[in-house]
Nanobody
Framework: QVQLVESGGGPVQSGGPLRLSCAVTRYTPSSICTGWFRHIQGKEREGVATIDGDGAMEYADSVRGRFTISQNTAKNTLYLQMNSLQPEDTAMYYC????????????????WGRGTQVTVSS
C-alpha cells in the first residue's frame, strides 16, 4: 500500500528556518496531488500547501511568502521549506498524497504519513 514518511521536524527558535521532507513509496499514478497539512493544538487540521504533478502550487494565506512546497519526482520526495517560523506555526505536520483533481487544495486526500512535530519557541 501507499506509504509516506515525514522527517525534518524538531525544535526551532522564532524566526528560524526548517525543511521538512516526505518520502512517498508505492504510489505510481502519472497525475497526483501531494500536500502538507498541520494540526495545531486546539484547532482543526488545516491545509498548508499543495503541489500537483506539473508543479502548480497553492498555499494557505497564513504561510504564503514564508513557506515553499517543492518536489523531487525522481526521488519521490516532497519538501516544505519553512522560513520566518513563529510560535503559532507549532504543530504536527503531515504530508498526504492522492490522485489529481481540479485543484489539489480541494482533494480529499486518502493517504497520510504519521506526521513530524515542529515546535517553535517564543
Amino acid at each position: 500500500q501507499v506509504q509516506l514518511v515525514e522527517s525534518g521536524g524538531g525544535p526551532v527558535q522564532s524566526g528560524g528556518p526548517l525543511r521538512l521532507s516526505c518520502a512517498v513509496t508505492r504510489y505510481t499514478p502519472s497525475s497526483i496531488c501531494t500536500g502538507w497539512f498541520r494540526h495545531i493544538q486546539g484547532k482543526e487540521r488545516e491545509g498548508v500547501a499543495t503541489i500537483d504533478g506539473d508543479g502548480a502550487m497553492e498555499y494557505a494565506d497564513s504561510v504564503r511568502g514564508r513557506f515553499t512546497i517543492s518536489q523531487n519526482t525522481a526521488k519521490n520526495t516532497l519538501y516544505l521549506q519553512m522560513n520566518s517560523l513563529q510560535p503559532e506555526d507549532t504543530a504536527m505536520y503531515y504530508c498526504a498524497v492522492d490522485s489529481g483533481g481540479a485543484s489539489c487544495a480541494t482533494v480529499e486526500y486518502r493517504y497520510w504519513g504519521r506526521g513530524t512535530q515542529v515546535t517553535v519557541s517564543s
